[in-house]
């Protein structure tokens, strides 16, 4: 059974950091895209950052570009993201989500994916 299971989320205040991380079990991690998805209260999921199974190449949405990273350990089958001087607008729950064959053209759309977790809860507030 595949599971992808998030951790790291929690309340910080505007300009901190957290990091999330994103285990895999039931599959490797390095054979899929895996990536992050956030969904606002009242809005739509919106795509976060990917990371390509065969080669590395790493994507992210304009709106955190600079501040969050995405890096991914083999050996610990999972993924991180890494957010800094984050924003109020940044309060979401953030979803794993990892596919086999990603189309990286519309790697933003969450109906590429076939696999997701069940959530992190990210707050950005003073």
């Known amino acids: 059974q595949v599971q992808l299971v998030e951790s790291g989320g929690g309340l910080v205040q505007p300009g901190g950091s957290l990091r999330l991380s994103c285990t895999g079990s039931?599959?490797?991690?390095?054979?899929?895209?895996t990536g992050w998805l956030r969904r606002a209260p009242g809005k739509e999921h919106e795509a976060v950052s990917v990371?390509?199974?065969?080669?590395?190449?790493?994507y992210y949405a304009d709106s955190v570009r600079g501040r969050f990273t995405i890096s991914r350990d083999n050996a610990k089958n999972t993924v991180y993201l890494e957010m800094s001087s984050l924003k109020p607008e940044g309060t979401a729950v953030y979803h794993c989500?990892?596919?086999?064959?990603?189309?990286?053209?519309?790697?933003?759309?969450?109906?590429?994916?076939?696999?997701w977790g069940q959530g992190t809860q990210v707050t950005v507030s003073a």
């Open positions: 989500v990892a596919e086999s064959a990603l189309r990286l053209g519309v790697w933003m759309s969450p109906f590429e994916y076939d696999y």
């Open positions: 990371i390509t199974s065969s080669d590395g190449t790493t």
């Open positions: 039931g599959l490797s991690l390095d054979n899929y895209a």
